[in-house]
């Protein structure tokens, strides 16, 4: 089973960027954990991480045929991107939204998501578990 995990902007800067809200790991450390996981439940997974929309759009799309799912933090376009929406609405592919922070108690802004109403399910607030629940959660739905 392949599945497509994609981070979107600034979470690159991870371990770095706002520790105070995101912790201090690394998106190395957190790719490393979601290979150990994807290794244990036996999935392929590819993992991308880019700034651009555009480029989280053309990924998506490309996804349509080769993956049976798609894990994703779609970071500040979460609250922005009606295009990232409609590319995973395209696709119709399962998909999980995760969030490292809960983004219902930050700022009014966050707590919209033009995401989750096109997806199975949102976690959000649980650092790098977030990741780990939301592959667990993609893998049973598509393996049931
Ligand atoms: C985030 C939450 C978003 O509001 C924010 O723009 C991010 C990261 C998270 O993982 O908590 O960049 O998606």
Request: hydrophobic share 40%; aromatic share 4%; charged share 15%.
């Amino acid at each position: 089973m392949k599945i497509l995990v994609v981070h979107g902007p600034n979470l690159n800067l991870l371990g770095i960027r706002e520790p105070d809200v995101y912790g201090k790991v690394t998106l190395a450390e957190i790719n490393s954990e979601i290979s150990d996981l994807g290794n244990e439940l036996g999935l392929d997974l590819h993992i991308m991480q880019s700034n651009s929309e555009g480029d989280l759009v053309d990924i998506i799309q490309s996804a349509q045929g080769l993956y049976n799912g798609i894990l994703i933090n779609p970071a500040a376009y979460t609250h922005t991107s009606v295009a990232i929406r409609d590319a995973l609405s395209a696709v119709a592919l399962p998909t999980v939204e995760v969030h490292l922070s809960n983004i219902h108690s930050r700022e009014e802004f966050r707590s919209r998501s033009f995401i989750a109403p096109v997806v199975l399910g949102q976690i959000s607030g649980f650092g790098t578990d977030s990741y780990l629940l939301g592959l667990r959660a993609l893998s049973q739905h598509i393996k049931k």
